[in-house]
């Protein structure tokens, strides 16, 4: 091994490596991918690592696209729940609401890397 490979990698090399990938991402683009991506792997030391790097970042652009694609149908529920009243609820809405506090708990895990509610 060399000594990149062993060294600890910190959040500035990550954001490098970011930016190489995606020389035109804006500083909060790259802040929060270096976020995503430390929390999607047990260490940053294995990004050092090309192939790694990218597997975990497909990874998790595509949970972060799934978990977009259900915050934005989740959306709209609430949106057509808000309008009606909460005394005569019915089981389904409470159910939207369910899930829309689970849509919700997966994008934080995401940002804070552990499981924040088990719905």
Request: aromatic share 4%; glycine share 2%; net charge negative.
């Amino acid at each position: 091994m060399n000594q990149q490979t062993t060294k600890a990698m910190s959040c500035a090399d990550l954001a490098q490596q970011i930016e190489r990938l995606q020389p035109h991402a804006e500083p909060q683009d790259v802040a929060r991918l270096c976020l995503l991506l430390a929390n999607s792997v047990d260490g940053l030391h294995s990004l050092r690592e090309q192939r790694a790097l990218h597997d975990a970042w497909k990874r998790t652009g595509l949970k972060l696209q799934v978990a977009t694609d259900q915050h934005a149908a989740m959306t709209e529920e609430l949106e057509a729940l808000a309008a009606s009243d909460p005394k005569s609820f019915t089981q389904d809405q409470i159910w939207i609401l369910i899930r829309a506090i689970k849509v919700q708990s997966q994008i934080l895990q995401m940002y804070v890397g552990h499981a924040l509610l088990d719905v």
